[in-house]
Nanobody
């Protein structure tokens, strides 16, 4: 049984930082590409960042230079370090897997339950 568990969301002031974590089980983590998606109220889900099994990365233009995706295969965990957060980053954040190791747009073979991020003063 595949399980993805996100954590690390919360309320932060503009300019602040958060680190999201997603722990995976039930998959061979090291050969999966991983992604972080977000969905804000009334908006479509969008890919925020992705990392291939080899460590290549892809970012949404609006988060480049502020967010960093990384992975620790020994811990079956993918991280999203979010710095200089803006109110428009407020959303539910989800991690997703893709069994295509080189994918930089994970299709979401599996999804976590999400963690909420609110950026507000």
């Amino acid at each position: 049984q595949v399980q993805l568990v996100e954590s690390g969301g919360g309320l932060v002031q503009p300019g602040g930082s958060l680190r999201l974590s997603c722990v995976a089980s039930g998959i061979i983590f090291s050969i999966n590409s991983m992604g972080w998606y977000r969905q804000a109220p009334g908006k479509e889900r969008e890919l925020v960042a992705a990392i291939s099994s080899g460590g290549s990365t892809n970012y949404l233009d609006s988060v480049k230079g502020r967010f960093t995706i990384s992975r620790d295969n020994a811990k079956n965990t993918v991280y999203l370090q979010m710095d200089d957060l803006k109110p428009e980053d407020t959303a539910d954040y989800y991690c997703a897997t893709d069994t295509t190791p080189w994918s930089l747009r994970p299709r979401g073979d599996n999804w976590g339950q999400g963690t909420h991020v609110t950026v507000s003063s």
